[in-house]
């Protein structure tokens, strides 16, 4: 903890060059992202497996308090791409550190251009509902949703202690969690690698689901985005169920995209936080405690997404759907 309050005060303090800041901003927007990332598996889960929870989460993301936290998602993920690229870049490439700083303004010169267009088009979307006079869910059940997350993140934290602990006092361990460094080393070369492949596939969706047809398009209808089916009942779940379902040569090919995103952004996030741990968390008990949480909580998310992905929407949901609509 001292270290994190030390980084925070020093940074603030911080006169000196650019790749300070351009390493906060990384780390800050990449938290910024696995939190979205967390809430945004579990909530499309609920498309194929708990719908009406699923209706009242578009419900929410369409009020103005997620409206605003939608740019500055964007943002987070856009320039943490970029960035990300920068970093591998420059990592294989090390007689090109000298450039760090014109590399580091390429960035942001690059971040701007994505931007630009992408917040005008979002703002098309966030004007055309607005003007329609839509009725917002209350802060009050906003809150009550999102406080069923803390509570599972700190049931799980509180888990994750205890087991630690347990362990602690058997093994006599006064180490926190260590792995190979082999295996470091080929998760090193994974969040590069990783970070490559990811950029087509979350700029993809971000221009599907955020610009071309935005969170409120989910429940008008119309033809869904990627698709030649329409989303006739203008519900959430049937926009899922009808991009899912989309086949091309007899191949779910939306439910392949999903899955190759889920995939590489959750296990890239996660390794991600846990170096932010690492960095921060040098007591063995937190340190355990809060990578095992990473760990097994990055399987869980892959699981449910992975479940919600071949489960699929049915008619039974989609029925749910239509029905609370009415």
């Known amino acids: 903890m001292a270290t994190l309050v030390t980084t925070v005060t020093e940074t603030l303090r911080y006169r000196g060059k650019l ?3 351009a390493w906060v901003l990384h780390r800050i927007s990449g938290l910024g992202t696995v939190l979205f990332l967390i809430l945004h598996v579990v909530d499309t889960s609920w498309a194929a497996f708990a ?6 989460a578009i419900a929410e993301y369409q009020s103005p308090l997620f409206t605003i936290g939608e740019f500055f998602l964007v943002a987070c993920v856009v320039y943490h791409a970029i960035n990300g690229l920068r970093i591998a870049v420059l990592d294989y490439k090390p007689e090109w550190w000298g450039f760090q700083q014109r590399a580091m303004l390429i960035v942001l010169v690059l971040t701007a251009i994505v931007l630009l267009p992408t917040f005008i088009g979002m703002a098309g979307h966030v004007i055309d509902h607005y003007n329609d006079d ?26 994750a202690l205890a087991l630690s602990a347990i362990y602690g006092a058997i093994s ?19 969040m590069r690698i990783s970070g490559i492949l990811i950029l087509p596939l979350v700029f993809g ?22 698709t030649d089916i329409s989303n006739a009942n203008g519900t959430a ?25 889920l995939a590489l952004v959750v296990i890239h996030g996660f390794n991600g936080l846990r170096y932010v741990v690492n960095d921060y968390a040098h007591n063995p008990l937190f340190n355990r405690a809060l990578n095992w949480a990473i760990i097994f909580g990055a399987i869980a998310l892959i699981v449910v997404g992975m479940a919600a992905l071949l489960a699929g929407v049915d008619e039974t949901a989609a029925e749910t759907a239509r029905q609370l609509m009415e």
């Not at 260590?178 to 994974?190: D, I, Q, V, Y």
């Open 19 to 21: 790749g300070q800041w």
């Open 205 to 226: 969706h971000l221009a599907m689901m955020h610009v071309i047809q935005g969170v409120f398009d989910i429940t008008s209808t119309g033809t869904v985005v990627g």
């Open 134 to 159: 839509p009725e917002f869910v209350s802060i009050g059940e906003i809150l009550e949703t999102q406080a069923q997350f803390v509570i599972g993140f700190v049931v799980i934290l509180v888990a």
């Open 51 to 56: 719908p009406e929870q699923y209706e009242q």
């Open 172 to 190: 006599g361990s006064d180490k926190g969690m260590e792995l190979p460094g082999r295996f470091e080393a080929t998760l090193w070369s994974f």
């Open 237 to 261: 779940v049937e926009f899922v169920g009808a991009r899912w379902d989309m086949l091309v040569a007899g191949v779910a090919i939306w439910r392949i995209y999903d899955g190759l995103l």
